[in-house]
C-alpha cells in the first residue's frame, strides 16, 4: 500500500528541484509509487482519474445538455448563472492547442449550438463564451472545457479584464511573432501543446520503451 501522505512530501521535494535534477530525483521513488501516480494520470493504460472523462463515460452523474460521439456539454455544477454550461470533448485533451483541428471544430461548433440553445432557454440578453488554459489561467479541471455563460442585465458576473500599456514597438514584434507561430501551425497541421512543443499527428520515429521513470518526469512535466 502506497503511503499517500509520504508519497505527496516526496513529490513536494522533488517539485522544488530544477528540472534537470528531477530526473534523478524519481530514484525517491518506489516503484510503487511510481505506479501508483501512473495510475492516476491515466499513463499505464487504465482511464485517467478526470472527472471530466468520467462524466463523458458516463461513469458520474451530470446534467447533459447536449450530446453525440464526441461531444458532451453539461450545467456546470457551481453556475454563475443559471444556464451555466460547459462543452467538452469525450476524449482527454488538457488545453486547447492539444487538441486535433477536426475536433477543434466540432467543439467550436457545438459551442455555437449551445450557445444559441442556451440563450433562448435561460431567456438571457446576452452570452460570455469562456475558456481557460492551464492553471495560471485558473483553469481547475485539466480537461479542455468551454463555458457557455448566458448573461443578464446587472447580474455578478465579473471577468475583470485591466488593460496594459504596450509601446507600438512591443505591439509590432509580438504581431510578427504570432503571424509567423500561426501560419506554421495552419500549414503543418502540427498541434501544439501550451508550451509551443508539437505533440503527436506528426508521424513519430519509433523510440525504444521508455522505462518507468522516464514517462514520468515526462508526464509531470505536462502537467499545466
Ligand atoms: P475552470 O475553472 O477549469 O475553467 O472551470 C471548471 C468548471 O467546472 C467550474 O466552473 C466548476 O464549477 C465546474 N465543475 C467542476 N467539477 C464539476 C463536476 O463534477 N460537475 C460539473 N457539472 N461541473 C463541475
Ligand atoms: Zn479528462
New binding site residues.
Partial sequence: MVNVKELQKKLQEIAKMPREEQAKAADMLTEEEIEFIQKQQGASGEKPQC?FCK?AAHE?P??VVYEDDFIMA?????PVNPGHT?VIPKEHYEVLPQVPPDRAALIMNTVRILSGAVFEAVDAQGATIMQ?NGAVA????PHV?F?VIPRFEGDKVKIDMKPIKLEEKQFEEIQKKIIEKARTKAEKKVVYDISGKPIEEKKEEKKPESTKKEKLIKIKSRIP
Fill in positions: 472527472i462524466i458520474i451530470a446534467k453539461f450545467l456546470d455544477i457551481n460547459l481557460n485558473g483553469q481547475a479541471v472545457h463555458h
